[in-house]
Nanobody, 121 residues
C-alpha cells in the first residue's frame, strides 16, 4: 500500500486549502481512507475519513463544518478540503488506510508521509 499526501503549504487565517492523498496497491472496496494531523508537541488527531466503497464520510466534531472529505474513483485519490483555517490547524497532515472500521491512530494499517500545513495569523 502506498499513500502519497500533497497539497500542504502556508495559508493565512480564514483561508482554504485542499489536500490530496493518492493511493495505490490496495483493493479500494475493502478500505477506508483517513486523514490525521499532528501539531508540534501534540498527539496525532483524527480529522476525517471516507469509506471507499460507500462514500460514507466521518468528520469529527472538532473540524465539522470546516473540513470535508471526498474521493475521486478515477484518480484513486482522497481529498481533504479545509476551510476557515485558523492558526491552531497548523500541523503535519497524514493520510492513512485501514480495512477495519475504527479510525484511530492504532487502527490504521498503512500510513503515508505527511504534508505540512501552516496557518499564519
Amino acid at each position: 500500500v502506498q499513500l502519497q499526501a500533497s497539497g500542504g503549504g502556508t495559508v493565512q487565517a480564514g483561508g482554504s486549502l485542499r489536500l490530496s492523498c493518492a493511493a495505490s496497491g490496495l483493493i479500494f472496496s475493502r478500505y477506508g481512507l483517513a486523514w490525521f494531523r499532528q501539531a508540534p508537541g501534540k498527539e496525532r488527531e483524527f480529522v476525517g475519513a471516507i469509506r471507499w466503497n460507500t462514500g460514507y464520510t466521518y468528520i469529527p466534531d472538532s473540524v465539522k463544518g470546516r473540513f470535508t472529505i471526498s474521493r475521486d474513483n478515477a484518480k484513486n485519490t482522497v481529498y481533504l478540503q479545509m476551510n476557515s483555517l485558523a492558526p491552531e490547524d497548523t500541523a503535519v497532515y497524514y493520510c492513512a488506510a485501514t480495512m477495519g472500521g475504527v479510525y484511530s491512530t492504532a487502527g490504521m494499517d498503512s500510513w503515508g508521509k505527511g504534508t505540512l500545513v501552516t496557518v499564519s495569523s
